[in-house]
């Protein structure tokens, strides 16, 4: 019997070693936007800016960290089922948009960490996704957002 898709516009990782169960995640090495450096993080902001002009700078940059730190946590994270809000969503298609910028954050996290969409954009994600995924960012060392993930 196959397993059951992904939740839609969830994330999901590559083929790396999975840590045993119950294992202590570490805080995160550096600030969040320090994952990409400055010249990447204000393209991907400019490419969101352009996929939503209604975004001022700063609400761009905001969402781009708060998807930076999403992939960062499903990288880290024994947890699945990790599904991003809209505003986050909107960020992390801003990284995956621009590729290599996405692969090289990717390789710098240690694992290729997949986008699976929506197929229709009717899918609901499962119960209890916004909790499941909060608690895994804050396990992961990051402070969420809360406001974009409402």
């Known amino acids: 019997m196959s397993s059951p898709p992904p939740p839609p516009c969830s994330a999901g990782r590559g083929d790396v070693p999975t840590p045993a169960a119950g294992a202590t995640l570490t805080a995160p090495p550096r600030p969040t936007r320090d994952l990409l450096s400055p010249d990447d993080f204000t393209i991907v902001t400019a490419t969101l800016t352009r996929q939503h002009p209604e975004l001022g700078w700063v609400a761009a940059e905001q969402r781009v960290i708060e998807a930076l730190k999403f992939v960062a946590t499903v990288a880290r994270s024994t947890s699945t089922g990790?599904?991003?809000?809209?505003?986050?969503?909107?960020?992390?298609?801003?990284?995956?948009?621009?590729?290599?910028?996405?692969?090289?954050?990717?390789?710098g996290l240690e694992t290729f960490v997949h986008h699976y969409p929506s197929v229709n954009g009717s899918e609901v994600p499962t119960p209890g996704w916004r909790d499941r995924t909060m608690a895994a960012i804050e396990t992961a060392g990051f402070e969420p957002a809360r406001e974009l993930w409402t």
């Open 82 to 107: 990790l599904v991003p809000s809209g505003p986050v969503d909107a960020g992390w298609h801003a990284l995956i948009g621009n590729t290599a910028i996405y692969a090289k954050l990717c390789a």
